[in-house]
């Protein structure tokens, strides 16, 4: 077959709704286009886990540090699934980490941001994960086999993150005066930097073009944002909180809001590395990277032997 035809049976399989393994034909923009967005999903699920540990020794009670601890865990482990879906398109994990420390990898703008108090993480599982879980239910129909498989295992334990977070925000605001301040504080902070994870408005969005065409994306940014904003409004009006945007405005037919401008200059600035934490993730992931590398000597040094082991009992 030709480059052409091979081409073209790659763009039917993805119009019949058929996914694209490992092995497929693809081409090299699609490849890349993917490496580029599945280890960016990757390292945002890990330096995710950052600015929520931070909370992990003050959480106010056993039963909250217990859901904690599990949901940053979940965290770590949708990197992983995510890391290995990377792989299966021809790269390794050490080049995506060094990536990442080297400043060429982006990961998710909204981590940039510091946890103050323990209304930021009630703020991080509803906001965050409530746009996460946007996002990435759309994904589980993306085009490409193992990423698409990867998303479906994240969403179940996703859903349960949000859940988490509602809860932490529903008691404080059934709670004293100061309560309610700190969490409709919380919700000042994180409401725009959760709108922004959607990324750019799809006229300014590079890559959606040919993501929306390989079907790597089903959705654009700008759809998803306003289906998390359509169904997050009424969610904190229920618990009294007030949303920060003096623009917003239903439309009693369509249910949609509109709302206000976003600060894409805010946005730009901390993906290029200038937001209040980006310096401290990144030297934070790296230092722990550096500690854990007896852990990787010792996982490989296991795996040799194994297989040594193996190529003996079958010789
Ligand atoms: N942050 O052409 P565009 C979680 C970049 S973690 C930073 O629209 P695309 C959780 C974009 O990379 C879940 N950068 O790009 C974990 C591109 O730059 P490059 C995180 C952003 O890829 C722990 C440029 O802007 N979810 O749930 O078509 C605790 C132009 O953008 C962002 C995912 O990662 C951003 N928000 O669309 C709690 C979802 N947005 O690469 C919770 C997977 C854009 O050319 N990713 N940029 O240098 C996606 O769905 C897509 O990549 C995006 C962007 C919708 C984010």
Known sequence: MSNEEKEQKFQEQIDSNGHIEPKDFMPEGYRNNLIRQISQHAHSEVIGMQPEANWITRAPSLR???????????????GLYLYSAAETLGISREEMIEQLHAGKAKYSNIFNYPTLNWADIGAIGWLVDGAAIVNQVSLQRTSFGPYSRAMVR??????FHQRQGYEIMAKM???????????????????????????????????????????????????????????????????????????????????????????????????????????????????????????????????????????????
Request: glycine share 6%.
């Open 64 to 78: 909250s540090k217990q859901i904690l601890l599990a949901k940053i865990q979940d965290e770590g482990g949708h």
């Open 154 to 159: 994240i969403c179940k334990e996703e859903s």
């Open 173 to 315: 605001m059934a709670g004293t005066k100061d309560q309610q301040a700190m969490a409709q504080d919380a919700m000042n902070r994180w409401w725009w930097p959760a709108l922004m994870m959607f990324g750019p408005h799809d006229t300014d969005s590079p890559h959606s073009k040919d993501a929306m065409k390989w079907r790597i994306k089903r959705e654009t940014n700008d759809e998803l944002r306003q289906k998390f904003i359509d169904k997050t409004i009424p969610q904190a009006e229920l618990i009294g909180l007030t949303v920060p945007d003096a623009d917003l405005k239903l439309d009693k037919k369509t249910g949609r809001y509109a709302y206000g401008k976003i600060n894409w200059e805010e946005f730009h600035r901390v993906i290029k590395g200038d937001g209040p934490c980006n310096k401290q993730r990144i030297s934070h992931h790296i230092k722990t990277h550096e500690k854990g590398e007896w852990v990787r000597e010792a996982a490989q040094a296991y795996k040799q032997k194994k297989v040594k082991k193996e190529q003996v009992l079958t010789a």
